[in-house]
Protein backbone atom coordinates (compact mmCIF):
# COMPACT_ATOMS: atom_id res chain seq x y z
CA UNK A 1 0.00 0.00 0.00
CA UNK A 2 1.44 3.38 -0.74
CA UNK A 3 1.97 6.09 2.04
CA UNK A 4 2.43 9.28 1.45
CA UNK A 5 4.79 11.76 3.28
CA UNK A 6 4.14 15.11 4.75
CA UNK A 7 6.19 17.55 2.80
CA UNK A 8 6.48 20.71 4.25
CA UNK A 9 4.90 22.53 1.42
CA UNK A 10 1.78 19.75 2.12
CA UNK A 11 2.22 20.46 6.13
CA UNK A 12 1.50 24.13 5.50
CA UNK A 13 -1.38 23.39 3.08
CA UNK A 14 -2.72 21.41 5.77
CA UNK A 15 -2.76 23.68 8.56
CA UNK A 16 -4.07 26.21 6.41
CA UNK A 17 -6.84 24.13 5.84
CA UNK A 18 -7.13 23.27 9.97
CA UNK A 19 -7.15 26.73 10.72
CA UNK A 20 -10.04 27.65 7.71
CA UNK A 21 -12.55 25.17 9.00
CA UNK A 22 -12.21 26.49 12.60
CA UNK A 23 -15.84 28.50 12.28
CA UNK A 24 -17.86 27.20 9.50
CA UNK A 25 -21.81 27.38 8.57
CA UNK A 26 -24.27 27.59 5.35
CA UNK A 27 -24.23 30.85 3.99
CA UNK A 28 -20.83 29.95 2.25
CA UNK A 29 -20.60 27.64 -0.73
CA UNK A 30 -17.50 26.98 -2.91
CA UNK A 31 -15.93 24.01 -4.93
CA UNK A 32 -17.49 21.68 -7.03
CA UNK A 33 -21.45 21.66 -6.14
CA UNK A 34 -22.54 18.78 -3.73
CA UNK A 35 -25.78 16.89 -2.73
CA UNK A 36 -27.16 15.54 0.01
CA UNK A 37 -27.05 11.73 -0.31
CA UNK A 38 -29.88 9.61 0.80
CA UNK A 39 -29.49 7.58 3.73
CA UNK A 40 -32.53 5.10 2.82
CA UNK A 41 -33.02 2.69 5.89
CA UNK A 42 -30.14 3.51 7.45
CA UNK A 43 -30.38 3.63 11.12
CA UNK A 44 -29.07 6.92 13.37
CA UNK A 45 -28.11 6.92 17.56
CA UNK A 46 -28.55 9.70 19.37
CA UNK A 47 -26.71 10.07 22.25
CA UNK A 48 -27.92 12.49 25.14
CA UNK A 49 -25.44 13.04 28.06
CA UNK A 50 -27.05 14.45 31.14
CA UNK A 51 -23.29 16.10 32.60
CA UNK A 52 -22.50 16.68 36.16
CA UNK A 53 -24.35 13.43 37.49
CA UNK A 54 -28.32 12.83 37.61
CA UNK A 55 -30.02 12.29 40.26
CA UNK A 56 -31.76 9.36 38.97
CA UNK A 57 -33.22 7.80 42.38
CA UNK A 58 -35.93 11.25 42.39
CA UNK A 59 -36.44 10.85 38.74
CA UNK A 60 -37.24 6.92 38.69
CA UNK A 61 -38.83 6.46 42.27
CA UNK A 62 -39.53 3.69 44.27
CA UNK A 63 -43.33 4.26 45.16
CA UNK A 64 -44.23 0.99 47.02
CA UNK A 65 -42.75 -1.92 49.27
CA UNK A 66 -39.74 -1.84 51.63
CA UNK A 67 -37.83 0.20 48.79
CA UNK A 68 -39.99 3.02 49.52
CA UNK A 69 -40.08 3.28 53.24
CA UNK A 70 -36.02 3.19 53.16
CA UNK A 71 -35.92 5.79 50.33
CA UNK A 72 -38.53 8.15 52.44
CA UNK A 73 -36.17 7.40 55.64
CA UNK A 74 -33.19 8.52 53.62
CA UNK A 75 -34.70 11.18 51.84
CA UNK A 76 -36.96 12.96 54.67
CA UNK A 77 -36.64 16.50 52.71
CA UNK A 78 -36.08 15.50 49.53
CA UNK A 79 -38.12 12.82 48.58
CA UNK A 80 -40.73 12.93 46.09
CA UNK A 81 -44.55 11.79 46.55
CA UNK A 82 -45.82 8.48 45.79
CA UNK A 83 -49.31 9.57 44.76
CA UNK A 84 -50.94 13.61 44.92
CA UNK A 85 -50.38 16.25 42.66
CA UNK A 86 -47.28 16.66 42.71
CA UNK A 87 -46.72 13.06 43.45
CA UNK A 88 -44.91 10.66 40.51
CA UNK A 89 -46.04 9.17 37.79
CA UNK A 90 -46.55 5.84 37.84
CA UNK A 91 -45.10 3.18 35.34
CA UNK A 92 -46.79 0.10 34.34
CA UNK A 93 -46.38 -2.87 32.22
CA UNK A 94 -48.36 -3.58 29.41
CA UNK A 95 -52.00 -4.59 31.02
CA UNK A 96 -51.46 -1.99 33.34
CA UNK A 97 -49.31 -4.10 35.80
CA UNK A 98 -47.54 -2.19 38.42
CA UNK A 99 -43.58 -1.98 38.54
CA UNK A 100 -43.42 -0.25 42.02
CA UNK A 101 -41.49 2.88 40.51
CA UNK A 102 -42.66 5.76 39.16
CA UNK A 103 -41.38 8.90 37.14
CA UNK A 104 -40.89 12.62 38.56
CA UNK A 105 -44.19 14.25 38.13
CA UNK A 106 -42.41 16.74 35.94
CA UNK A 107 -42.03 14.05 33.08
CA UNK A 108 -45.31 13.89 31.55
CA UNK A 109 -43.80 13.89 27.70
CA UNK A 110 -41.16 10.93 29.07
CA UNK A 111 -44.41 9.18 31.16
CA UNK A 112 -46.56 9.61 27.65
CA UNK A 113 -43.57 7.73 25.82
CA UNK A 114 -43.25 4.99 28.36
CA UNK A 115 -47.04 4.12 27.88
CA UNK A 116 -46.39 4.20 24.08
CA UNK A 117 -43.87 1.70 24.12
CA UNK A 118 -41.61 4.00 23.18
CA UNK A 119 -38.94 4.47 25.83
CA UNK A 120 -37.04 1.86 28.33
CA UNK A 121 -35.30 2.21 31.21
CA UNK A 122 -32.50 0.20 32.26
CA UNK A 123 -32.03 0.17 36.25
CA UNK A 124 -28.96 0.75 38.05
CA UNK A 125 -26.73 1.22 35.28
CA UNK A 126 -22.85 2.50 35.08
CA UNK A 127 -19.59 1.15 34.74
CA UNK A 128 -19.43 -1.89 36.79
CA UNK A 129 -17.05 -2.34 39.30
CA UNK A 130 -15.57 1.27 39.31
CA UNK A 131 -17.31 3.42 41.79
CA UNK A 132 -15.33 6.81 40.81
CA UNK A 133 -16.75 9.98 41.79
CA UNK A 134 -15.04 12.06 40.03
CA UNK A 135 -16.76 13.81 37.30
CA UNK A 136 -13.84 13.78 35.23
CA UNK A 137 -12.71 10.43 35.44
CA UNK A 138 -16.15 8.98 35.43
CA UNK A 139 -17.18 11.03 32.10
CA UNK A 140 -13.71 9.69 30.39
CA UNK A 141 -13.96 6.53 31.17
CA UNK A 142 -17.41 5.87 29.84
CA UNK A 143 -16.82 7.98 26.95
CA UNK A 144 -13.77 5.49 25.98
CA UNK A 145 -15.94 2.57 26.85
CA UNK A 146 -13.34 1.66 29.30
CA UNK A 147 -11.23 0.44 26.78
CA UNK A 148 -7.15 0.34 27.48
CA UNK A 149 -4.28 1.43 25.69
CA UNK A 150 -6.31 4.24 23.21
CA UNK A 151 -7.65 7.15 24.30
CA UNK A 152 -9.94 6.94 21.34
CA UNK A 153 -13.45 7.60 22.17
CA UNK A 154 -15.90 4.66 21.86
CA UNK A 155 -18.25 6.56 19.33
CA UNK A 156 -15.28 6.98 17.44
CA UNK A 157 -14.20 4.01 16.53
CA UNK A 158 -17.96 2.84 16.10
CA UNK A 159 -18.03 5.53 13.25
CA UNK A 160 -15.05 4.36 11.65
CA UNK A 161 -16.10 0.25 11.92
CA UNK A 162 -19.28 1.47 10.17
CA UNK A 163 -19.16 1.00 6.66
CA UNK A 164 -22.78 2.99 6.48
CA UNK A 165 -21.04 5.93 7.82
CA UNK A 166 -19.87 7.33 4.77
CA UNK A 167 -22.30 9.72 3.74
CA UNK A 168 -21.52 13.93 3.63
CA UNK A 169 -22.26 13.88 7.78
CA UNK A 170 -21.99 10.34 9.15
CA UNK A 171 -21.47 12.22 12.40
CA UNK A 172 -22.62 15.38 14.11
CA UNK A 173 -21.91 16.90 17.16
CA UNK A 174 -25.11 19.31 18.31
CA UNK A 175 -22.87 21.63 19.96
CA UNK A 176 -19.55 24.08 20.12
CA UNK A 177 -17.47 21.10 21.26
CA UNK A 178 -17.68 17.26 20.53
CA UNK A 179 -17.67 15.06 23.72
CA UNK A 180 -14.63 12.79 24.23
CA UNK A 181 -16.77 9.32 22.83
CA UNK A 182 -15.82 10.78 19.12
CA UNK A 183 -12.36 11.35 20.16
CA UNK A 184 -10.03 9.98 17.43
CA UNK A 185 -12.10 10.55 14.71
CA UNK A 186 -11.71 13.01 11.96
CA UNK A 187 -15.16 12.16 10.60
CA UNK A 188 -17.75 14.57 13.33
CA UNK A 189 -18.61 17.75 12.79
CA UNK A 190 -19.65 20.04 15.73
CA UNK A 191 -22.39 22.26 14.83
CA UNK A 192 -24.48 24.47 17.53
CA UNK A 193 -26.91 25.94 14.95
CA UNK A 194 -26.85 25.63 11.33
CA UNK A 195 -26.87 29.52 10.59
CA UNK A 196 -23.54 29.65 12.50
CA UNK A 197 -21.79 26.66 10.47
CA UNK A 198 -19.84 28.29 7.96
CA UNK A 199 -16.19 30.10 7.54
CA UNK A 200 -15.88 33.30 8.94
CA UNK A 201 -12.19 34.06 8.57
CA UNK A 202 -10.50 37.74 7.75
CA UNK A 203 -12.16 40.14 5.87
CA UNK A 204 -15.75 39.88 5.31
CA UNK A 205 -14.59 41.97 1.30
CA UNK A 206 -11.80 38.89 0.76
CA UNK A 207 -13.62 35.96 1.98
CA UNK A 208 -15.47 35.27 -1.57
CA UNK A 209 -15.50 36.87 -5.10
CA UNK A 210 -17.94 39.52 -5.26
CA UNK A 211 -19.69 41.76 -7.99
CA UNK A 212 -18.02 44.27 -6.99
CA UNK A 213 -14.44 42.58 -6.30
CA UNK A 214 -11.46 43.75 -8.03
CA UNK A 215 -10.61 41.79 -11.57
CA UNK A 216 -8.39 39.00 -11.15
CA UNK A 217 -9.69 38.43 -7.67
CA UNK A 218 -9.90 34.62 -5.82
CA UNK A 219 -11.95 34.68 -2.66
CA UNK A 220 -9.95 33.17 0.59
CA UNK A 221 -12.95 30.49 0.88
CA UNK A 222 -12.82 29.56 -2.97
CA UNK A 223 -9.07 29.33 -2.72
CA UNK A 224 -9.11 27.03 -0.01
CA UNK A 225 -10.63 24.14 -2.10
CA UNK A 226 -7.62 23.82 -4.42
CA UNK A 227 -5.40 23.34 -0.65
CA UNK A 228 -7.69 20.48 0.14
CA UNK A 229 -6.64 17.97 -2.75
CA UNK A 230 -4.21 16.44 -0.85
CA UNK A 231 -3.51 13.59 0.77
CA UNK A 232 -2.74 14.35 4.76
CA UNK A 233 -4.95 13.73 7.08
CA UNK A 234 -5.80 17.48 7.63
CA UNK A 235 -6.35 17.89 4.17
CA UNK A 236 -8.74 15.20 3.48
CA UNK A 237 -10.82 16.15 7.25
CA UNK A 238 -10.28 19.76 5.29
CA UNK A 239 -11.91 18.18 2.18
CA UNK A 240 -14.92 16.77 4.20
CA UNK A 241 -15.77 20.13 6.36
CA UNK A 242 -15.43 21.72 2.37
CA UNK A 243 -18.15 18.63 1.25
CA UNK A 244 -20.54 19.14 4.75
CA UNK A 245 -20.31 23.05 4.60
CA UNK A 246 -22.16 23.29 0.93
CA UNK A 247 -24.48 20.43 1.54
CA UNK A 248 -25.59 22.17 5.02
CA UNK A 249 -25.99 25.26 2.84
CA UNK A 250 -28.41 23.78 0.70
CA UNK A 251 -30.68 22.27 3.29
CA UNK A 252 -33.67 24.16 4.67
CA UNK A 253 -33.01 24.43 7.76
CA UNK A 254 -35.29 25.94 10.22
CA UNK A 255 -35.53 27.56 13.63
CA UNK A 256 -37.68 25.15 16.40
CA UNK A 257 -41.55 25.19 15.38
CA UNK A 258 -44.58 26.40 17.23
CA UNK A 259 -45.21 24.53 20.27
CA UNK A 260 -41.93 23.27 20.55
CA UNK A 261 -39.75 23.88 23.92
CA UNK A 262 -37.26 26.72 23.54
CA UNK A 263 -34.36 25.23 25.59
CA UNK A 264 -31.18 24.63 23.86
CA UNK A 265 -31.37 21.18 23.88
CA UNK A 266 -34.36 21.29 22.26
CA UNK A 267 -32.92 23.41 19.59
CA UNK A 268 -30.00 20.90 19.29
CA UNK A 269 -32.34 17.91 19.11
CA UNK A 270 -34.45 19.70 16.07
CA UNK A 271 -31.25 20.64 14.47
CA UNK A 272 -30.73 16.55 14.29
CA UNK A 273 -34.32 15.43 14.06
CA UNK A 274 -33.92 18.27 10.32
CA UNK A 275 -30.36 16.31 9.63
CA UNK A 276 -31.77 13.19 9.82
CA UNK A 277 -35.18 14.09 7.46
CA UNK A 278 -32.77 16.03 4.76
CA UNK A 279 -30.91 12.83 4.45
CA UNK A 280 -27.39 14.01 4.89
CA UNK A 281 -26.28 10.04 5.78
CA UNK A 282 -26.49 11.07 9.50
CA UNK A 283 -25.35 8.14 11.76
CA UNK A 284 -24.35 9.20 14.75
CA UNK A 285 -25.38 12.35 16.59
CA UNK A 286 -24.30 13.62 20.53
CA UNK A 287 -25.92 16.29 22.82
CA UNK A 288 -25.06 17.32 26.03
CA UNK A 289 -27.18 18.86 28.67
CA UNK A 290 -25.42 20.21 31.75
CA UNK A 291 -26.66 21.12 35.21
CA UNK A 292 -27.04 17.94 37.26
CA UNK A 293 -24.46 18.91 39.76
CA UNK A 294 -27.02 19.05 42.62
CA UNK A 295 -25.04 19.25 45.76
CA UNK A 296 -27.32 22.05 47.38
CA UNK A 297 -30.64 23.40 46.44
CA UNK A 298 -31.83 20.78 44.57
CA UNK A 299 -35.52 20.90 45.28
CA UNK A 300 -38.31 18.35 44.53
CA UNK A 301 -41.56 18.81 43.19
CA UNK A 302 -44.40 21.34 44.01
CA UNK A 303 -45.36 24.78 43.25
CA UNK A 304 -42.68 26.96 43.30
CA UNK A 305 -39.56 26.94 42.42
CA UNK A 306 -37.67 23.63 42.43
CA UNK A 307 -34.57 23.54 40.04
CA UNK A 308 -34.35 19.77 39.74
CA UNK A 309 -38.17 20.04 38.98
CA UNK A 310 -37.09 22.37 35.88
CA UNK A 311 -34.34 20.59 35.21
CA UNK A 312 -36.00 17.11 34.63
CA UNK A 313 -39.12 19.22 32.90
CA UNK A 314 -36.29 20.65 30.21
CA UNK A 315 -35.38 16.67 29.58
CA UNK A 316 -38.23 15.36 29.50
CA UNK A 317 -40.50 18.37 27.08
CA UNK A 318 -37.10 18.15 24.23
CA UNK A 319 -37.10 14.47 24.56
CA UNK A 320 -41.24 14.14 24.21
CA UNK A 321 -40.77 16.87 21.36
CA UNK A 322 -37.84 15.33 19.61
CA UNK A 323 -39.58 11.22 19.49
CA UNK A 324 -42.60 13.51 18.57
CA UNK A 325 -41.35 14.87 15.75
CA UNK A 326 -39.22 11.57 14.80
CA UNK A 327 -43.17 9.78 14.80
CA UNK A 328 -44.88 12.77 12.24
CA UNK A 329 -41.71 12.21 9.54
CA UNK A 330 -41.92 8.24 9.76
CA UNK A 331 -38.56 7.75 10.72
CA UNK A 332 -39.41 7.02 14.38
CA UNK A 333 -38.06 3.20 13.70
CA UNK A 334 -34.78 4.45 12.36
CA UNK A 335 -33.93 6.44 15.14
CA UNK A 336 -32.23 5.29 18.87
CA UNK A 337 -32.14 7.61 21.66
CA UNK A 338 -29.91 7.01 24.63
CA UNK A 339 -30.16 9.19 27.48
CA UNK A 340 -27.06 8.80 30.45
CA UNK A 341 -25.03 10.72 33.06
CA UNK A 342 -21.63 9.84 34.25
CA UNK A 343 -23.31 8.27 37.57
CA UNK A 344 -26.03 8.83 40.04
CA UNK A 345 -26.25 10.60 43.33
CA UNK A 346 -25.93 8.81 46.97
CA UNK A 347 -29.35 7.74 48.00
CA UNK A 348 -28.91 9.81 51.64
CA UNK A 349 -29.35 13.58 51.18
CA UNK A 350 -26.86 16.05 52.51
CA UNK A 351 -27.00 18.65 55.03
CA UNK A 352 -27.64 21.33 52.20
CA UNK A 353 -31.02 20.25 50.74
CA UNK A 354 -29.39 18.12 48.18
CA UNK A 355 -27.61 15.01 47.08
CA UNK A 356 -23.90 14.01 46.41
CA UNK A 357 -21.69 11.66 44.01
CA UNK A 358 -23.12 8.18 44.13
CA UNK A 359 -23.11 5.51 41.66
CA UNK A 360 -25.61 3.20 39.99
CA UNK A 361 -28.32 5.25 38.19
CA UNK A 362 -31.38 4.74 35.38
CA UNK A 363 -30.38 4.95 31.86
CA UNK A 364 -33.07 5.58 29.05
CA UNK A 365 -33.31 3.86 25.72
CA UNK A 366 -35.58 5.55 23.12
CA UNK A 367 -37.52 5.06 20.01
CA UNK A 368 -39.58 2.88 17.64
CA UNK A 369 -37.35 -0.23 17.52
CA UNK A 370 -37.00 -0.42 20.87
CA UNK A 371 -38.85 -2.98 23.02
CA UNK A 372 -40.15 -0.33 25.43
CA UNK A 373 -42.65 -0.35 28.48
CA UNK A 374 -40.28 -2.64 30.43
CA UNK A 375 -37.54 -2.02 33.28
CA UNK A 376 -34.29 -3.93 32.06
CA UNK A 377 -31.42 -4.98 34.32
CA UNK A 378 -31.68 -5.46 38.02
CA UNK A 379 -32.44 -2.88 40.76
CA UNK A 380 -30.81 -3.71 43.72
CA UNK A 381 -32.87 -2.51 46.27
CA UNK A 382 -32.25 -0.06 49.10
CA UNK A 383 -31.85 -2.56 52.24
CA UNK A 384 -29.42 -1.09 54.25
CA UNK A 385 -27.14 -3.90 53.46
CA UNK A 386 -26.97 -3.20 49.76
CA UNK A 387 -26.18 0.60 50.44
CA UNK A 388 -23.63 -0.24 52.65
CA UNK A 389 -21.96 -2.92 50.47
CA UNK A 390 -21.29 0.15 47.65
CA UNK A 391 -20.73 3.06 50.18
CA UNK A 392 -23.96 4.27 50.55
CA UNK A 393 -24.62 4.55 46.94
CA UNK A 394 -26.77 2.59 45.02
CA UNK A 395 -24.67 -0.69 43.57
CA UNK A 396 -25.02 -0.56 39.65
CA UNK A 397 -26.02 -3.97 38.07
CA UNK A 398 -25.88 -3.34 34.46
CA UNK A 399 -22.96 -2.24 32.79
CA UNK A 400 -23.52 0.85 30.43
CA UNK A 401 -21.68 -0.87 27.40
CA UNK A 402 -24.53 -3.87 27.14
CA UNK A 403 -27.09 -1.39 25.99
CA UNK A 404 -24.73 0.07 23.54
CA UNK A 405 -23.49 -2.74 22.16
CA UNK A 406 -26.42 -4.25 21.77
CA UNK A 407 -27.82 -0.56 19.95
CA UNK A 408 -24.82 -1.25 17.86
CA UNK A 409 -25.12 -4.43 16.51
CA UNK A 410 -28.84 -4.82 16.18
CA UNK A 411 -29.18 -1.30 14.48
CA UNK A 412 -26.02 -0.19 13.09
CA UNK A 413 -25.13 -3.49 11.74
CA UNK A 414 -22.04 -4.04 13.85
CA UNK A 415 -20.66 -7.23 13.26
CA UNK A 416 -17.88 -7.30 15.91
CA UNK A 417 -18.19 -4.77 18.88
CA UNK A 418 -14.85 -6.16 20.59
CA UNK A 419 -13.48 -3.74 18.21
CA UNK A 420 -15.84 -0.90 20.16
CA UNK A 421 -15.54 -2.32 23.46
CA UNK A 422 -13.13 -4.59 24.70
CA UNK A 423 -12.96 -7.38 26.97
CA UNK A 424 -16.75 -7.37 27.03
CA UNK A 425 -18.92 -10.18 26.47
CA UNK A 426 -21.68 -9.09 24.02
CA UNK A 427 -24.69 -10.22 26.30
CA UNK A 428 -27.76 -8.17 25.05
CA UNK A 429 -30.01 -7.48 27.06
CA UNK A 430 -33.18 -7.51 24.52
CA UNK A 431 -34.06 -3.83 24.56
CA UNK A 432 -33.61 -3.58 20.98
CA UNK A 433 -36.79 -5.99 18.56
CA UNK A 434 -33.19 -7.04 17.32
CA UNK A 435 -30.17 -8.34 18.98
CA UNK A 436 -28.33 -8.87 15.78
CA UNK A 437 -26.48 -11.94 14.43
CA UNK A 438 -23.43 -11.29 16.46
CA UNK A 439 -25.11 -12.69 20.19
CA UNK A 440 -22.38 -15.17 20.88
CA UNK A 441 -19.19 -12.47 19.97
CA UNK A 442 -16.66 -12.36 22.48
CA UNK A 443 -14.74 -9.42 23.24
CA UNK A 444 -10.91 -8.87 22.20
CA UNK A 445 -8.05 -9.16 24.82
CA UNK A 446 -7.39 -5.34 26.35
CA UNK A 447 -6.36 -2.80 24.30
CA UNK A 448 -7.20 -4.53 21.06
CA UNK A 449 -9.33 -2.50 19.23
CA UNK A 450 -8.68 -3.93 16.02
CA UNK A 451 -7.71 -2.77 12.55
CA UNK A 452 -11.14 -0.70 11.28
CA UNK A 453 -9.88 1.22 8.08
CA UNK A 454 -7.39 1.46 5.60
CA UNK A 455 -5.24 4.13 6.67
CA UNK A 456 -3.04 5.99 4.62
CA UNK A 457 -0.70 7.83 7.07
CA UNK A 458 2.48 6.86 8.62
CA UNK A 459 3.00 7.15 12.23
CA UNK A 460 4.83 10.34 11.62
CA UNK A 461 1.47 12.28 10.39
CA UNK A 462 -0.21 10.92 13.23
CA UNK A 463 1.90 12.18 15.36
CA UNK A 464 2.62 15.40 13.43
CA UNK A 465 -1.94 15.76 13.80
CA UNK A 466 -1.90 14.80 17.14
CA UNK A 467 0.30 17.56 18.37
CA UNK A 468 -1.99 19.78 16.66
CA UNK A 469 -4.93 18.50 18.06
CA UNK A 470 -3.53 18.68 21.56
CA UNK A 471 -3.75 22.27 21.49
CA UNK A 472 -6.06 23.88 23.72
CA UNK A 473 -7.95 20.20 23.79
CA UNK A 474 -7.66 20.49 27.81
CA UNK A 475 -9.30 23.90 28.08
CA UNK A 476 -11.92 22.74 25.25
CA UNK A 477 -12.57 19.40 27.91
CA UNK A 478 -13.07 22.07 31.24
CA UNK A 479 -15.20 24.36 29.39
CA UNK A 480 -17.90 22.04 28.29
CA UNK A 481 -18.66 20.12 31.20
CA UNK A 482 -21.57 22.71 32.83
CA UNK A 483 -21.95 21.54 36.71
Known amino acids: ??????????????????AATGAVGPKLIFGPEAHAQ?????????????????????????????????????????????????????????GDTATGFGLHPSATGLRDLWQAGRLAIVH????????????????MAIERGLAVGTTSGWLARAIDL?????????????GYNPPTSL????????????????????AWAWQTTKADSPAGHVGLNETLVKLWAGQTGVEAAG?????????????????????????????????????????????????????????????????GYNYYQNKIAELSQALAAFQAELEASGLASRVTTVVQSEFGRRIKQNNSGGTDHGY??????????????????????L???????????????????????????????????????????????????????AAAVAMAAAGDIGETTDWTQTPEDLAMERQLRSRGSFRDTVLRRHF
Request: aromatic residues 8%; glycine residues 12%.
Open 183 to 202: AGSSTPIAMDSPADFKLNHG
Open 162 to 174: DRAANGVVPALSA
Open 383 to 437: APSILAAANGDLPVTTDYRRVLSEILVSRMGLANPASVFPQLAYTPLGIMQSTGA
Open 1 to 18: MHTPRISRRNFLKGCCAA
Open 38 to 94: SSGTDHTVVMLFLRGGMDGMNFVVPISGIDRTQYETLRPNLQIAASGTYGALPLTLA
Open 239 to 303: ARADRALRVIAQQAYSPVPAGWPTTTVARQLWTIAQSIKFGIGLRYATVDLGGWDTHDGQGTAGA
Open 124 to 139: ACGILGSASRSHFDAQ
Open 360 to 381: GNPVLVMGGSVVGRRFYGTFPG
